[in-house]
């Protein structure tokens, strides 16, 4: 069993510290964010995270988990050295890679011995390097530095850290990669070993894919509500073919949380500045964008005529079993409401007092059906499994109006159609619509890829290094 120190103890740092521990490791999570800490010192988590707390309560009980702000303290003891601080959004849509090495140098400055220092954020290809430079410049100790990054989801954090399709170590000593692989031996997953390049790209490279995956549909969804098909019957249909596959092809009202929104504008920049157009990514960011719009539209032109409109949303995190608000598609769509002068209503079954602190405009409901009550519309934002169960007579006959609009295609929309709801989707609905890009619907093949391509961009994405502009000689 080894001594491992997690450094940043948020969502994948906690989960990582709190599963290595259950896997029979002796662990330090070192946290500089004095209140997050306090919490985890008398074991509470300070967020929502499905089984976690059991976790962190019951390894902290048997000492094999410990937390502290002290590099001093943490680090002399650690063999491992796992880096899970934030990368944010940095200037011009890159990743700060800032807290990374702010983490690294406190590192080298308090090793005492040979250590194994392991990324686990997300970082830039290159970024492994770049500290392995470090390391040989100003470590006084051999430090090998290993990619190890994590694919876990929030809301299925620990289920997945403990159950993942593969464990991926990218390194350039073998016996560091092996080291690495082996504090994993208690798992059931195959270890692929690559390249800390690779494994960098790669992680990059999966959130973006199964981001275009979503927003592909949602473009598709556009077109069905242009042609009257369901969209959920296409993507079973499609799904059901091995080569693509049944996930991540909920159309809706798009992806948001704390990775995606910033991981595929990341790798955009990063390909632009070694000189790599990627249309495509911008297209998926892009398609993203205009799903919330779409969401908002629909709304103001169902309500906005009339007097002192009102909005219910059902749902305000991300997605379900999280109270993580981190680009949350809800909250961009309650801003969109409130600043054409709609009053919004909300709940979450745990993220209203994040959102308090954040969207503090909206009236926070302390449940479903006061949300909905004198509302004019109300629009899922979130499919909690609590909403699925309601009991949307009893909401009808709250809401003043009786416009739902189901942003994650889960309701029953024939029940709710009995009830004398106007039920609004994206991509089921049962008649021939607009296509959902502010124009007339149109026989012209080639109209929706004309709107699409006139939106402004969403982002800044520079000049490609080395790239030549087509229309310039
Ligand atoms: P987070 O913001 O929840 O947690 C990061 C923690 O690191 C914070 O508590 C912060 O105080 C702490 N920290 C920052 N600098 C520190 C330092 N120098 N020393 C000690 N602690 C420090 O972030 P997160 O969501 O856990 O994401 C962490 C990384 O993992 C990111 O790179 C992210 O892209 C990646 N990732 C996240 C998820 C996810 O579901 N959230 C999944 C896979 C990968
Ligand atoms: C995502 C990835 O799934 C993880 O593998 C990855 O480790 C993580 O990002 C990360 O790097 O942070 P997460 O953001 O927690 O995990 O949640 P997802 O379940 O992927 O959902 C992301 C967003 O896509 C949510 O807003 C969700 O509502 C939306 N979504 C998902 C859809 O709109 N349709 C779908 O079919 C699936």
Not at 142 to 164: K, M, Q
Not at 256 to 265: A, M
Request: aromatic letters at 6%; a negative charge; hydrophobic letters at 40%.
């Amino acid at each position: 069993m080894a001594n491992v120190c997690v450094i940043g103890a948020g969502y994948v740092g906690l989960v990582s510290g709190a599963c290595l521990a259950e896997l029979g490791h002796s662990v330090t999570c070192l946290e500089i964010d004095s209140k997050r800490l306090s919490s985890l010192q008398s074991a509470e988590v300070p967020f929502h995270e499905p089984g976690l707390s059991e976790l962190v309560e019951r390894h902290s009980r048997a000492e094999r988990l410990r937390f502290t702000s002290e590099y001093s303290q943490a680090i002399p003891q650690a063999e491992y050295a796992f880096i899970a601080v934030n990368t944010p959004q940095g200037a011009e849509g890159r990743a700060d890679t800032g807290f990374v090495f702010a983490a690294v140098r406190s590192v080298l400055e308090h090793a005492t011995d040979m250590l194994v220092l392991v990324t686990k954020s997300t970082v830039p290809v290159g970024t492994g390097d770049e500290i392995a430079h470090l390391a040989e410049e100003q470590g006084r100790f051999p430090i090998a530095v290993v990619s190890n990054p994590e694919f876990l989801r929030e809301g299925t954090a620990v289920h997945d850290f403990l159950h993942p399709d593969r464990v991926v170590v990218g390194a350039s000593d073998t016996w560091a990669g092996a080291a690495v692989a082996e504090l994993y031996a208690g798992l059931d997953a195959p270890v692929v070993t690559t390249t800390r390049r690779a494994a960098e790209l790669a992680k990059y490279t999966a959130n973006a894919f199964l981001a275009a995956r979503i927003s592909f549909m949602n473009e598709i969804s556009s077109v069905c509500d242009a042609v009257g098909v369901d969209v959920e019957d296409v993507a079973r249909i499609v799904g059901s073919d091995p080569r693509i596959g049944p996930a991540f092809l909920r159309a809706g009202l798009g992806w948001g949380g704390s990775c995606f929104p910033k991981d595929v504008q990341a790798l955009a920049v990063t390909a632009a500045t070694h000189g790599c157009r990627t249309p495509i990514l911008e297209g998926v960011f892009r398609q993203n964008v205009r799903q919330r719009e779409r969401a908002a539209e629909m709304l103001l032109a169902s309500v906005g005529h009339l007097p002192d409109p009102t909005i219910g949303v059902l749902g305000l995190a991300f997605k379900p079993g999280t109270d993580d608000l981190r680009e949350a598609p809800a909250l961009a769509v309650a801003a969109r409401l409130l600043e054409a002068g709609v009053r919004v209503r909300a709940h979450d079954p745990v993220a209203v007092p994040n959102a308090r602190e954040i969207a503090p405009d909206i009236h926070y409901c302390a449940d479903a059906y006061e949300a909905v009550t004198d509302c004019d519309a109300v629009l899922l934002a979130t499919e909690w499994p609590e909403y699925l169960g309601l009991d949307w007579a009893r909401a009808r006959s709250l809401m003043r109006g009786a416009v739902i609009l189901d942003g994650r295609n889960v309701l029953d929309a024939r029940l709710l159609r009995t009830l004398g709801v106007t039920y609004l989707s994206f991509g089921r609905s049962e008649t021939v619509n607009d296509c959902g890009n502010g124009h007339e619907p149109s026989d012209d093949p080639e109209a929706q890829p004309l709107a699409t391509t006139q939106l402004p961009p969403a982002y800044p994405v520079p000049q490609p290094r080395g790239y030549r502009s087509e229309v310039s000689v």
